[in-house]
């Protein structure tokens, strides 16, 4: 149980276009999903947290603009990167959490280059 | 703010010995202590959930302490094999509702 999903696993796209990235809870609702980006050998870095049918709570330092948050259902979060610019490629986690549980469940993560 | 330390550098282990991986934080004691299992290009799998008023849990050949005394947690993986070798994440949380904070991760090999 508490499989995450992740779509697409990579993409690469040119710069100033917009990239959507879809996270789902295969078998379990997910009142709580979050977004983290990581770069390579570094430590999870959390860009939102993200609730259903609520807008998103951004760390500092993210700019909501730039990484719009939907929570559409209990299942199915997205991050969308609008006017994707090099500096934006990164490996993006999603992972979602089964309250009351404590414990996160990480999709496989996508991977965006920007060219 | 609360910051966590892993051992930055790999550590390497023969293949059937036990690896130690530790886990330091600073400030207050979290609720919570965590540890996750990250591949190279994947997402963290979590492993274990260890409480403050826990001492010890174990999973399997995975053991998990908590010494809220020393702010400190070790992961214990016994009779270690190649495909234990990961970069492990230790995270915490303050309480319940709080975000994860997540460690940098220590790369373990398992040399056959």
């Known amino acids: 149980g508490a499989v995450v999903s992740q779509h697409p696993s990579r993409v690469i796209c040119k710069s100033g276009t917009s990239v959507k990235i879809e996270c789902r809870s295969l078998d379990f609702q997910a009142t709580t999903m979050f977004w983290y980006r990581q770069f390579p050998k570094k430590s999870l870095m959390l860009m939102a947290t993200?609730?259903?049918?609520?807008?998103?709570?951004?760390e500092q330092g993210v700019e909501k603009d730039k990484f719009l948050i939907n929570h559409a259902s209990l299942t199915l979060s997205t991050l969308t990167v609008t006017s994707a610019h090099p500096e934006d490629s990164s490996f993006y986690i999603c992972?979602?959490?089964?309250?009351?549980?404590?414990?996160?469940?990480f999709g496989p993560g996508t991977r965006l280059t920007v060219l | 703010s609360q910051k966590i330390e892993q051992n930055s550098e790999a550590l390497n282990i023969q293949e059937g010995k036990t690896a130690t991986l530790t886990c330091n934080y600073t400030?207050?004691?979290?609720?919570?202590l965590q540890w996750y299992r990250q591949d190279p290009g994947r997402g963290p799998v979590f492993l274990l959930l260890?409480?403050?008023?826990?001492k010890e849990k174990r999973k399997e050949r995975l053991k998990v302490t908590f010494d809220t005394t020393l702010k400190q947690s070790l992961f214990h993986i016994t009779a270690s094999q190649p495909a234990d070798s990961a970069t492990y994440l230790c995270a915490l949380a303050m309480n319940r509702d709080d975000k994860i904070i997540f460690g940098k991760g220590t790369r373990l090999h398992i040399l056959p």
């Open positions: 993200s609730n259903e049918g609520s807008k998103a709570t951004y």
């Open positions: 400030n207050y004691s979290p609720a919570y």
């Open positions: 992972s979602a959490r089964d309250v009351p549980r404590i414990e996160q469940f």
């Open positions: 260890i409480r403050e008023n826990e």
